[in-house]
T-cell receptor, first 114, second 112 residues
Framework: DVKVTQSSRYLVKRTGEKVFLECVQD?????MFWYRQDPGLGLRLIYF???????EKGDIPEGYSVSREKKERFSLILESASTNQTSMYLC?????????????FGPGTRLTVT | GESVGLHLPTLSVQEGDNSIINCAYS??????FIWYKQESGKGPQFIID?????DKRQGQRVTVLLNKTVKHLSLQIAATQPGDSAVYFC???????????FGKGTKLSVKP
């Protein structure tokens, strides 16, 4: 059974803290994605990676960075957390070709920045 | 920029009835259109897709219809069950790496 795991289900951080969200997939997928999900706005793409050490900006990359040192792991970094980054963060992975739009999602991390 | 949107944010149906969830899109160049289901406390889960050169595709109890003339996508669920209660997102495939643009979602509630 395919699996995408995220390091935390709930996280509370203070404004200005550096925050790391970790995502691991066991499907040997090349593509990995980070989204944030907010009520009424759907899912918005922050960053994605199609290979180790590769990254591409999505629609809303400001205030975020990512790291992909190993194929199975994709990290989202909030350099200095702000209250407007309070959100649900979802990680996903997919194959590079063919059904690459069929993304497998983790359960999400609900981040609260106070 | 162009985006995928939904006509209705909420839909309530009786158990056993058919459900129809609608979606409007604006990019004629998208290759694939996809429906995802998100149950409470879980990440979205792929349901069904349709390629842009098709107008209908059927799965198990679900059918997706694509009308390119009016840029409209719909998901039909037959004999809706309580387990179908979830938020449904449509998405379109924009890039070569499988990048998706998601709609805002429709919440489906099934009344027993």
């Amino acid at each position: 059974d395919v699996k995408v795991t995220q390091s935390s289900r709930y996280l509370v951080k203070r404004t200005g803290e550096k925050v790391f969200l970790e995502c691991v997939q066991d499907m040997d997928h090349e593509n990995m994605f980070w989204y944030r999900q907010d009520p009424g706005l759907g899912l918005r793409l922050i960053y994605f990676s199609y290979d180790v050490k590769m990254k591409e900006k999505g629609d809303i990359p400001e205030g975020y960075s990512v790291s992909r040192e190993k194929k199975e792991r994709f990290s989202l970094i909030l350099e200095s957390a702000s209250t407007n980054q309070t959100s649900m963060y979802l990680c996903a992975s997919s194959l590079p070709q063919g059904r690459m739009y069929e993304q497998y999602f983790g359960p999400g991390t609900r981040l609260t920045v106070t | 920029g162009e985006s995928v949107g939904l006509h209705l944010p909420t839909l309530s149906v009786q158990e056993g009835d058919n459900s129809i969830i609608n979606c409007a899109y604006s990019n004629s160049a998208s290759d694939y259109f996809i429906w995802y289901k998100q149950e409470s406390g879980k990440g979205p889960q792929f349901i069904i897709d349709i390629r842009s050169n098709m107008d209908k595709r059927q799965g198990q109890r679900v059918t997706v219809l694509l009308n390119k003339t009016v840029k409209h996508l719909s998901l039909q669920i037959a004999a809706t069950q309580p387990g179908d209660s979830a938020v449904y997102f449509c998405a379109e495939n924009m890039g070569s790496q499988g990048n998706l643009i998601f709609g805002k979602g429709t919440k489906l509630s099934v009344k027993p």
